[in-house]
């Protein structure tokens, strides 16, 4: 959209001047325009100047600027929702809409305006890093890295419980989700995925590539790890552990690139084929079927 275009279709906020009422009202006090959620929450609507929002950086992802230059160059005034606000020990911190409000400020030219605002009172710190982490619907959806990091803080039991698993195998997660380092893991879709299929699988699944490769960089991308856990999952009931040790703690990257089957259905069907490969190549008894892989549902 030209800039000319652009200005036609930017209906700015009005210029905040001073408060005129108080932004964090009692809730005893402004019933009529509160909705109560729950015996200690609740919101309304409100119109708040830009330079009073921030963010809690704790649980909040970082700013993604491709992302909100997109949204200046296609901006309709008509179709900003409002932003999502906590009103929390008289700060007001948004949980939904930082990108949404970063690309007003470019709009309003980094000026004071006044931000159409779904404001909450009574959450604490753990509720909006919940709530942040469960965005969908007209939000984006909350990447996996940043929204493991937010149900950390949040308090979840599920996502704690990952950690300590993860920490428990000998490896850590990596801060912005992208693995560049040994013992690192990065691809937290995938983890999050194994987890929630198994949380005992989980653990497994790290524990062996702790074990086979000692955390090598190159072991730890999305397509191995799904591998490793895939064929624990349809194999773990009937694999030697030893031999399974044995037979792929000297392969690398290269060796399973070249044993995985690339008609499989998917990448982490591919790299199981490998280990299975790797694990039947001395043959004789205990050889597993590779059809057990094949009809598997994953």
Partial sequence: MSRKNRRRHINKYPQATQLSMDLAPAVENNKDRLHMLDGVCAYEYARLPSVMLESDPSYQRTIDMKRVNRIVDNFDSRLVNPLKISNRDGRYYIFDGAHTLAALKIINKFDNFSVDCKLFHGLTYEDEAYLFALQNGDAKAVATAPRLK???????????????????????????????????????????????????????????????????????????????????HVYGQKLSRERFLKQISSADLDTLNHLKDDNSRNKDYSYAFALLRLYNRIGGKGTLMPYDLYEYKY
């Fill in 150 to 232: 937010a149900l950390v803080q949040s308090n979840d039991e599920k996502a704690r419980d990952l950690c300590r698993r993860t920490e428990a195998a000998g490896f850590r997660l990596a801060g912005n989700g992208h693995s560049a380092a040994r013992k690192t893991l990065g691809c937290m879709a995938k983890l999050w995925k194994i987890y929630e299929l198994n949380p005992d699988l989980y653990s497994k699944t790290l524990c062996f590539l702790m074990e086979a490769w000692h955390g090598a960089v190159w072991s730890l991308g999305a397509n191995v790890i799904g591998g490793m856990a895939l064929f624990l």
